[in-house]
């Protein structure tokens, strides 16, 4: 059973547009929430979190939402650059010391 | 310069041939984890370690060991290699922090085939 589900396998945005991808979870137990961002033939570097205590958080061009009662949360990106196509991973644990659960990924195109 | 490195970024192996990746960080970071990553099934984790002599399963943790004697270096191995483990593997490490998040980082990835 997949417990951090990202349904949309890629995404296409126009350059300056805003970009969201989506990811939904289904353990009410997790309390953080992570997005990392992969390029080809590199390892994941960590973009963005949030604890389940809040349910918004910012960080220049990246914003993450949290909504705990849909068991949903997105990061948006704007305005979308060329650098930023890339495979994002969304992840969850249910604390510090515990394991971490990754959705599948979802690729993102950056139209000129 | 802050890094997580792997060893050997690429191994072809044979079946049942015992190998080791090896995996060390420079940051003094408690947290260190291996994933492997396999087509439409996105990053999964293997084992994770929180501090030295203490590890855990992850969510495949089978056909893998695991060690932690010291705080830089997390071993990964593979006693008895099947063609199911060929795969992208990552090494990962992170700072536990007082506050709400922890990040990890990642290696460049040790890209496994097994015949």
Redo the contacts between chains.
Sequence with gaps: DQQVK?NSPSLSVQEGRISILNCDYTNSMFD?F?W?KKYP??????LI???S??DKNEDGRFTVFLNKSAKHLSLHIVPSQPGDSAVY?C?ASEG??D???????TRLHILP | EAQVTQNPRYLITVTGKKLTVTCSQNMNHEYMSWYRQDPGLGLRQIYYSMNVEVTDKGDVPEGYKVSRKEKRNFPLILESPSPNQTSLYFCASSLFTSGTTYEQYFGPGTRLTVT
């Design positions: 990202q953080y992570l990392y033939a590199e390892g994941p570097t960590f979190s949030i604890s205590i809040k991973f992840a510090r010391d394991k971490i659960i990754f959705g599948k990924g």
